[in-house]
């Protein structure tokens, strides 16, 4: 790093500390020319990563976006939103270890969907409907099929509850009843 006085290129380190609350390491600096002294910081770099959305656009990768999205497909799943903010940990850090520094908005649906997929089937699939843009019923019907096949295990405890009424059962209870009266007129 160039002296920011005389620009002569080499200089010698006096002393190196931690700064910003461990984000970055303070160097204070003598130019072997000048002898004056400055600083540098240094800090980890942080790539911008560009989304390829479907149309064609381009545009820079939002955290909050994704976060919001994925906070509407799990409204009223129980699932709490820090678990959902890991979720966006999770796929930012896996686009940041790729080489390339573009990703399709395809592909950083597939990978909520994956995590998704093991937390909770309704957000799987109105997750699913929103980004893959569902025009209609034979789509989630695909969907489901794909969920199905694919072997994973998922916890469908709070959507058994909804399959549980027995219409057999029921069907039996109204009968008993019409027969009832008539029962207790030949008595
Ligand atoms: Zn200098």
Redesign the pocket.
Known sequence: MK??????PE?RVLESRSAEAGQSIRRRRE??????RFTTYERIEFVSITVLKRDGRRESFDRSKLLRGIVRACEKTGIPQLRLEVIVDEVESLIQQRSLREVTSNEIGEMVLQKLKSLSEVAYVRFASVYRKFQGIRDFVETLDQLQNNGDKIDNQENAADFSPNLEQSAEDSELQETEPSMMARS
Do not use: A, E, G, T
């Not at 002296?3 to 002569?8: A, D, E, K, R, Y």
């Not at 130019?31 to 004056?36: E, G, S, W």
């Open positions: 002296c920011p006085f005389c620009q002569h200089n130019c072997l020319k000048c002898k004056r």
